[in-house]
């Protein structure tokens, strides 16, 4: 475009022929918000066929189409717009003139508003490129050219992208990601007919191969299947490969499904995305990351979690999109934008997260911020109160139903004071426990823990305060316990019933822990069963009756009695040497005292002598005097090391029996006198 200077003033003059490629800016730039067609493109043409432009004239025109959301507005509001502007404007000055000061390109998106939208899908693909190579293990090297080797001959013209996460993890983590899923995205082809093409690499090679999962993908709302956009999933050398085609997304507002879903190019795929981090891509076909939105690099390294688009319209669309910013910010310890978080704490997002998504999707996305993979789930917990969906995510009280009357606004902001005093309180235990794992697996890494059930004691850390909301006598009968606050929040989470009993497992051993380590063991007696008491050496009856404390503490938390452990360490005071407590009294059950196994398996130690037995030696004993035997006979097998009577010999068997047998006549002599005396009359 060239620009003459007018003698008379200081505004440029636009030549009238030069009119209409301003005009194909400026639609080009509407066009990328698909609120607009070619038809529309067309109209606004002719609409503007003449006019004056000033700088005035332009801040009018931008305000209006801004408070018209162009997202979501139609034709008449856009159109009327810009002909009612142009039109006061061509009564006071000549069509032979067009004044104004514009800026071209990048200037105009930014003039209007649109600098976060997308590129127009007419424009040429130019990402930004990363130099160099991924660093690569040997495996995902020869994945990758064995995909090259099909490309090559069954499909030339195919662009083969790895898309989102497996990109992101390689630049963070290098050779060392943990991730052995790879999404791949294909230029023009279908994800099916692609992944048909490996296999049938390996057919003519003479390999074996797995079997192709087809999964249909819908092109509508209204479940109109598409061939083209069908994606497939493959297990190439131990890797879960995804194949499926570059698209585009149509959301509406009363879902957070796309109601469409289409053919697109690359750009147009990265910014459907959720967020710029998984927006990058790695070319095989070139060996270059490629960063369409031109944001992703830039984030990642800044360490910032941040949406392609702006944030509110990408919110309102799928609510889904926060939570999983926020798992990714806890899961990589990284900073949400603050435009992002300016949104979520939209009533709109609130809503729409609470009433568009279902329970069993937010369960499942804070299953996530809680696994093992994520470095510090307290921040997912924190960002969660910053944008005031924590009541959302944790209900405390029931749900609404359809029909029921909404709550008043005040209302929710009491339900919204009550969450975020538990929930803080909450916040605070999960950050002394998430603190104290940490120190203890830096300082002490030969220390063995099962990480699968780190995810647990994250739940109960943060929900310790709610279960303290159940008393002690509802949480001893089944049905109150169930009718708690603590097992309706689990189960509006949808968590299996294994989780509940395992979470409850660990709070339910925290007090009887706090109290042993407080009061109840001898601190020179540990260190001597340790050998670390100079001189000190334990006689049997210390030994044995130090294993049956133990044992009696632990044996009901059961399998998470590590858990358990943690929990009551991390709510004592810092000055507590909590770390080497932690280390001695591991050591002193799995090392020393020899309990691991007992714990680990519900069903041990079993009964040396059965019931028929003991009404041997007790004739017509029952009832409490029954559970108190019993009860005797557990304690003599744990201070015996009886621990496994399955497998020892018939002798070894007959000895302990008798020893036990003895030991029983023993203590309960007054009672099997009573017994027989009452037999002879």
């Not at 299947?225 to 490969?241: K, N, P, R, W, Y």
């Not at 279960?467 to 049905?479: C, F, K, L, T, V």
């Not at 109840?520 to 001189?535: F, R």
């Not at 003599?636 to 009577?645: E, L």
Request: a neutral charge.
């Amino acid at each position: 475009m060239t620009f003459a200077k007018n003698k008379n003033t200081n505004a440029l003059i636009i030549s009238s022929r030069k009119l209409l490629l301003f005009t194909t800016i400026i639609t080009i730039v509407l066009l990328e918000t698909r609120a607009f067609s070619t038809e529309i493109f067309q109209q606004v043409i002719t609409q503007l066929g003449t006019g004056t432009f000033t700088p005035e004239v332009l801040t009018q025109l931008t305000a209006q189409i801004q408070a018209e959301d162009v997202a979501a507005s139609g034709l008449g509001s856009i159109l009327g717009a810009i002909t009612a502007t142009v039109g006061r404007n061509n009564k006071k000055r000549s069509n032979n003139s067009y004044r104004g000061i514009m800026s071209i390109g990048e200037g105009v998106s930014t003039l209007l508003g649109l600098a976060s939208n997308p590129p127009s899908i007419y424009d040429y693909e130019t990402p930004t490129e990363v130099e160099g190579k991924l660093d690569l293990t040997p495996e995902e090297q020869s994945l990758l050219e064995l995909l090259q080797r099909v490309r090559d001959q069954y499909s030339p013209r195919t662009t083969i992208r790895i898309a989102g996460g497996w990109v992101r993890d390689k630049l963070i983590y290098g050779k060392a990601t943990p991730s052995r899923d790879i999404d791949l995205v294909l230029s023009d082809t279908s994800g099916k007919e692609f992944a048909e093409k490996v296999c049938r690499y390996f057919d003519e090679k003479g390999e074996d191969h797995a079997e192709i999962h087809i999964v249909k993908q819908s092109s509508s709302s209204k479940g109109e299947q598409a061939e083209h956009l069908q994606t497939a999933s493959l297990v190439i050398s131990g890797f879960d490969v995804d194949f499926c085609r570059l698209r585009y997304e149509k959301y509406d507002k009363d879902s957070r499904m796309p109601t469409y879903i289409g053919v697109g190019t690359a750009v147009e795929d990265a910014w459907r995305r959720d967020l710029t981090i998984n927006a990058l891509y790695y070319n095989i076909n070139t060996n270059q990351v490629e960063d369409f939105t031109e944001r992703g690099i830039k984030d990642l390294l800044s360490q910032t979690i941040a949406t392609p688009k702006k944030p509110l319209p990408t919110l309102l669309e799928d609510p889904m999109r926060i939570l999983r910013a926020i798992r990714f910010a806890a899961q990589l310890s990284f900073d949400v934008s603050p435009q992002l978080i300016r949104a979520a704490r939209d009533d709109r997002v609130r809503y729409a997260l609470q009433y568009k998504v279902s329970r069993e999707a937010i369960g499942a996305a804070i299953d996530e911020i809680f696994r093992a993979r994520v470095r510090d789930p307290k921040r997912g917990i924190q960002l969660l109160m910053t944008t005031n969906l924590i009541d959302v995510v944790f209900p405390l009280e029931a749900q609404q139903q359809d029909g029921d009357e909404p709550l008043s606004i005040y209302a929710i902001q009491q339900n919204q004071v009550k969450s975020m005093a538990i929930y803080s309180i909450g916040l605070e235990i999960l950050t002394r426990t998430q603190s104290l794992v940490t120190r203890i697996f830096i300082q002490k890494p030969e220390l063995e823990w099962d990480i699968s059930k780190r995810r647990l004691l994250w739940y109960a850390a943060f929900f310790k305060p709610v279960y303290g909301m159940m008393s002690s006598r509802n949480a001893s009968r089944r049905g109150k316990r169930q009718e708690s606050v603590f097992y309706q929040l689990l189960d509006a989470l949808k968590r299996p019933k294994t989780d509940m009993q395992l979470i409850e497992s660990i709070l339910k051993g925290v007090d009887p822990l706090r109290k042993m380590i407080a009061e109840g063991i001898d601190v020179d007696i540990v260190q001597a069963a340790l050998g670390s008491s100079e001189g000190r050496h334990l006689k049997w009856e210390e030994l044995s009756d130090l294993r049956w404390k133990l044992y009696k503490t632990l044996k009901p938390i059961g399998t998470m009695w590590k858990e358990s452990l943690l929990l009551a360490l991390a709510s004592f005071p810092n000055s507590i040497d909590n770390v080497n407590t932690y280390h001695e009294l591991v050591c002193l059950v799995e090392d020393k005292l020899h309990l691991k196994e007992i714990l680990d398996d519900k069903n041990k130690p079993r009964p040396l002598l059965n019931g028929t037995q003991i009404q041997e030696f007790i004739p017509g004993v029952g009832g409490r005097a029954f559970r108190h035997i019993i009860e005797s006979m557990e304690e003599w097998q744990v201070k015996n090391i009886c621990d496994d009577v399955d497998h020892i010999s018939d002798f070894e068997r007959s000895q302990l029996e008798g020893e036990l047998i003895e030991y029983l006549g023993t203590a309960f002599a007054e009672y099997e006198e009573s017994m027989r005396i009452t037999a002879t009359k």
